[in-house]
């Protein structure tokens, strides 16, 4: 990845190809200056006076008239960020989709944090992060079909549950019914798109930016349609131990396997995306982290932890996925 833009690499020929075109400057390249009635004249009084200039014009005019001759190559589509910058750029399995974001920051206030033990005995200041419900940044989630040669936007409205409001607004009832009367989609924001192993199927991982849900939809690429898989949604803050979007992925073309704190703990699950049934890998009073697949998608190499008060244990369990059988702890 180049300059914001996505390439692929030829290893037999060492050939390099561009395969997107994104900016976040207006596509004005190549476009003719416009000069007033004196500088044309001079350019004229130019060509007049001097025989050099005729000829590196005359080349050039004929230059240019043969390259407008050939066979010209299919441009790249040039996508225009109008604000902010380009994020998450990934390709589907088979080439033909990119998904990207555009991420338009805003300027908040840090909170400052003393730093009373210090080497010169002077008390210091240590910019922290901004203040928990600060005004965030906004994303917008886009895919590219090259082979359509068009943009794609999700469907939010097809998102269960994307008007429910946080249940802490009830305590403040003017702000509750103003949210009630106003009945508006809840901003999210996609954190990725996990693509099955041949590129056929793919899940978009999206999140309330309240921080409430995370939707778990099935993407379908012909119709631009969402289809849920799993939602998980937290009164107090969506999260924990692999509730991610490095925890999620593909044992078959079919077969999706993810993280949800469903349970009160991080488990490991499975859902076949055909059928929608599920199945839980993992259960009890434990949370799963990092949980890996193996490549040859037999087996989750993984650390639980069980929480005792006053210490963690943990150790590390290598689980098969078929017989949800523990074989090494």
Same mark, same amino acid.
């Given at each position: 990845?180049?300059?914001?833009?996505?390439?692929?690499?030829?290893?037999?020929?060492?050939?390099?190809?561009?395969?997107?075109?994104? #900016?976040?400057?207006?596509?004005? /390249?190549?476009?003719?200056?416009? #000069?007033? $009635?004196?500088?044309?004249?001079?350019?004229?009084?130019?060509?007049?006076?001097? !025989?050099?200039?005729?000829?590196?014009?005359?080349?050039?005019?004929?230059?240019?008239?043969?390259?407008?001759?050939?066979?010209?190559?299919?441009?790249?589509? =040039?996508?225009?960020?109008?604000?902010?910058?380009?994020?998450?750029?990934? *390709?589907?399995?088979?080439?033909?989709?990119?998904?990207?974001?555009? /991420?338009?920051?805003?300027?908040?206030?840090?909170? +400052?944090?003393? !730093?009373?033990?210090?080497?010169? #005995? =002077?008390?210091?200041? @240590?910019?922290?992060?901004?203040?928990?419900?600060?005004?965030? %940044? @906004?994303?917008?989630?886009?895919?590219?079909?090259?082979?359509?040669?068009?943009?794609?936007?999700?469907? @939010? &409205?097809?998102?269960?549950?994307?008007?429910?409001?946080?249940?802490?607004?009830?305590?403040?009832?003017?702000?509750?019914?103003?949210?009630?009367?106003?009945?508006?989609?809840?901003?999210?924001?996609? =954190?990725?798109?996990?693509?099955?192993?041949? #590129?056929?199927?793919?899940? *978009? &991982?999206?999140?309330?930016?309240?921080?409430?849900?995370?939707?778990?939809?099935?993407? !379908?690429?012909?119709?631009?349609?969402?289809?849920?898989?799993?939602?998980?949604?937290?009164?107090?803050?969506? %999260?924990?131990?692999? @509730?991610?979007?490095?925890?999620?992925?593909?044992?078959?073309?079919?077969?999706?396997?993810?993280?949800?704190?469903?349970?009160?703990?991080?488990?490991?699950?499975?859902?076949?995306?055909?059928?929608?049934?599920?199945?839980?890998?993992?259960?009890?009073?434990?949370?799963?982290? !990092?949980?890996?697949?193996?490549?040859?998608? $037999?087996?989750?190499?993984?650390?639980?932890? $069980?929480? +005792?008060?006053?210490?963690?244990?943990?150790?590390?369990? +290598?689980?098969?996925?078929?017989?949800?059988?523990?074989?090494?702890?």
């Amino acid at each position: 990845m180049l300059s914001s833009n996505l390439y692929s690499w030829d290893i037999n020929s060492g050939e390099t190809q561009q395969l997107t075109n994104i #900016g976040t400057t207006s596509n004005n /390249f190549g476009a003719k200056q416009n #000069g007033g $009635k004196e500088e044309q004249w001079l350019r004229n009084d130019q060509l007049q006076n001097f !025989d050099v200039l005729r000829e590196r014009k005359a080349k050039n005019d004929t230059s240019n008239a043969y390259k407008k001759a050939l066979p010209k190559e299919k441009a790249l589509r =040039y996508l225009f960020v109008r604000e902010g910058s380009v994020r998450g750029l990934s *390709i589907s399995p088979d080439g033909r989709f990119v998904s990207y974001r555009a /991420f338009k920051p805003v300027s908040t206030r840090n909170t +400052i944090i003393p !730093d009373y033990v210090t080497e010169t #005995g =002077y008390t210091t200041d @240590i910019s922290g992060r901004n203040k928990v419900g600060a005004e965030q %940044g @906004i994303s917008s989630f886009y895919i590219f079909d090259r082979e359509r040669d068009s943009v794609l936007t999700l469907p @939010i &409205d097809a998102i269960p549950g994307i008007k429910d409001l946080p249940d802490y607004l009830k305590d403040y009832p003017v702000a509750f019914d103003k949210k009630k009367k106003e009945n508006a989609n809840r901003a999210v924001s996609v =954190y990725g798109i996990s693509w099955s192993p041949k #590129g056929k199927n793919a899940v *978009i &991982d999206i999140y309330a930016d309240d921080n409430k849900d995370r939707w778990l939809m099935l993407w !379908d690429m012909n119709s631009n349609q969402l289809t849920l898989l799993s939602r998980q949604r937290n009164e107090a803050w969506i %999260g924990g131990p692999g @509730i991610n979007s490095n925890s999620i992925g593909w044992i078959s073309e079919d077969i999706f396997w993810f993280q949800s704190e469903a349970t009160g703990y991080s488990h490991l699950y499975t859902i076949n995306i055909k059928t929608k049934e599920k199945t839980q890998l993992t259960s009890g009073e434990y949370e799963l982290h !990092d949980a890996i697949l193996s490549e040859n998608k $037999k087996t989750f190499l993984s650390l639980p932890m $069980k929480f +005792i008060p006053g210490k963690n244990i943990s150790t590390v369990w +290598i689980l098969q996925v078929v017989k949800r059988k523990r074989l090494l702890r």
